[in-house]
């Protein structure tokens, strides 16, 4: 990847190295491909439907999301299977995803029974049947029942008989570990999460009950959980882009994703100034290092301003060049764009929309 | 303002209390009707048209925006006079800045003498006159000339004569001193500041220039500079709106957006799971406090989820109701959002585009 200053490309705009992208992609396809489990990649990491249908075609079964507004937007992209990995509990959304269930496969995670019949009796009225598994908190503390094998029995069997749904399975993220640095301890936790969920599943087929799909697992545990045995599928997502975190975690990744931004003062000799700022890049897991031009530090952001220390002194940098930042987390910095720019061998081929941010709350 | 549960928001939401809004509103447009100071409020906040033109019906002389795609959604919506607060060096937006200057009175903040003559350039093949104001860096170290009276005029004089600029004055933004909470602190700050960037255009004055337009000021110092007599007009944003941090420092403001969110989970008996997370409420501020129900501690946030932890023991809420939380940083929030609904007397009255958001970079 060359990071030469592209013109065309209006800063501070979010870059995929398409060649790194395609790469990550048909990795972690092969990966899958090579074992009894497959991959539902979340899309929250990309919110764009054009890498989803490009995941599909390289053999993903489906998709994952966050929201029935991600939903919806895959749905519409395309897309005919999709999990909402999370509970859905507001009256309006749950009218949406009963409407929804009508374009696609439609499946979403539950860990209360009134919410349940909540939702069968919405989709029953909409003359839909949406898919439900239940939800076991393996560690993340979040939402989910908690990993008792007899209250995930009772729970589906409280499910089962309700009109306008379907038990498809169990669901379990592991997100407590999926950034622990340390390989063997990410292994631990993970596998230890993967038990806790394994062992809901048994009991729940031990009771008669057909449990089609166990689904979990992260980018930083995908080749843990996938190799466990537990997980029918995997939701691994950023993947696709990967970032200065995750990059650390799983090497073999590469970082397709850049920040480009552009100079905008060098009135102050110690420094450069950016116009990439926190509306534009985040910071939650650390500031964003610089990866061209060489000499720069990682990047301090205000609103629309990002500041670099200028190391070694001297800087060739003209006010109107352009600074490649590696985001710190891919995921929340592609929520604050409403496009992809795509760069091949250091030329601008296009751009995607980031077609599931925002108008979809 | 009550905080019951309104159905028809679909959460996560940014809600406008209109009355609290339009309170904050008239007293600061009283506070600059009564003194020789005007006010040019910057979007940033808001991003907006509606807003906007509803500050300029109140007396704002224009707007201040941080970005050239601000300024064009400003433009869009009907505002006549804008500055850009910022300086613009990438050569596209340079020629949308000369384009833009054809349909508004349009200004931008410089601190390069090669850059002044590029804009003047595109501006003259426009056929545009671009206003300019001299930033000066104050104290917020980001961008703008040294306080030095001596550079601030060598750079005046070399600008004057750059066909397609015409030279209005200085701009200084107190932007380290405004969130100082100690009032002495903050206002012995902002008044070196203020005095600084008065001495610079002091010196400009003596050297025969007309200084119509010294710029500067934020919702922390509006009521400092305003008042200092260095500043002709002030570029307070947040007041519209207030939140968590600014409310401490100007509590005759009122806090005047909230974010509403659903209630998704209670699977774990200790605290309360909602929908909003890191893409919908940020928190490089602190954690966003709960102002109804009672009983619940701050969020703490991951990407679309939040966990309030539940104080003494007990919760009234059930799945499905809305809880109102107080953002801590209203700009980057308003920043993730393409609408406010906006609300009076408890009930939902309409809603309001964020259309300077998003797709101008």
Not at 75 to 84: F, N, R, W
Not at 110 to 137: F, K, S, W, Y
Not at 176 to 188: F, G, K, L, P
Request: net charge negative; hydrophobic share 40%.
């Amino acid at each position: 990847m060359e990071f030469a200053s592209i013109p065309e490309i209006d800063t501070p705009a979010l870059v995929i190295d398409l060649d790194a992208h395609e790469r990550n992609l048909r990795r972690v396809a092969d990966y899958f491909a090579a074992r009894p489990c497959d991959l539902r990649p979340h899309v929250k990491t990309h919110k764009c439907s054009t890498i989803a249908r490009r995941q599909v075609e390289m053999g993903a079964i489906g998709v994952t999301c966050a929201k029935v507004g991600e939903a919806e937007a895959m749905a519409d992209g395309g897309i005919t299977s999709i999990l909402i990995a999370n509970q859905v509990t507001a009256a309006s959304k749950i009218q949406r995803l009963a409407a929804l269930a009508g374009r696609c496969e439609l499946m979403v995670a539950l860990d209360d029974v009134n919410n349940a019949r909540a939702i069968g009796q919405a989709a029953t009225q909409a003359g839909t049947t949406v898919g439900v598994l239940v939800e076991i908190d393996t560690g993340m503390r979040r939402c989910g029942l908690a990993p008792d094998p007899a209250q995930a029995v009772a729970f589906a069997k409280a499910v089962l008989p309700v009109d306008g749904l379907r038990f498809r399975g169990l669901m379990g993220y592991e997100g407590h570990t999926v950034m622990i640095e340390d390989d063997a301890e990410r292994r631990a936790k993970a596998s230890e999460a993967g038990r806790q969920l394994g062992a809901c599943a048994q009991a729940v087929r031990d009771a008669g009950i057909d449990v089609q799909i166990v689904s979990g697992g992260g980018t930083g545990t995908y080749d843990i959980s996938g190799d466990s045995g537990v997980f029918t599928e995997i939701q691994a997502g950023s993947y696709v882009f990967m970032d200065a975190r995750y990059h650390g975690i799983q090497p073999e990744l590469e970082t397709a994703l850049f920040m480009v931004s552009t100079v905008v003062s060098l009135a102050r000799g110690d420094l450069v100034t950016l116009d990439c700022g926190m509306k534009s890049l985040t910071h939650e897991f650390g500031q964003p290092p610089v990866v061209s031009p060489s000499g720069l530090g990682p990047v301090g952001l205000s609103e629309e301003h990002g500041r670099c220390a200028i190391e070694g002194g001297t800087c060739d940098l003209k006010l109107g060049d352009q600074v490649w930042l590696l985001p710190t987390h891919c995921c929340t910095t592609a929520n604050l764009h409403d496009r992809y720019w795509c760069v091949r061998d250091g030329r601008l081929v296009g751009t995607w929309a980031i077609d599931a941010r925002g108008r979809f709350d």
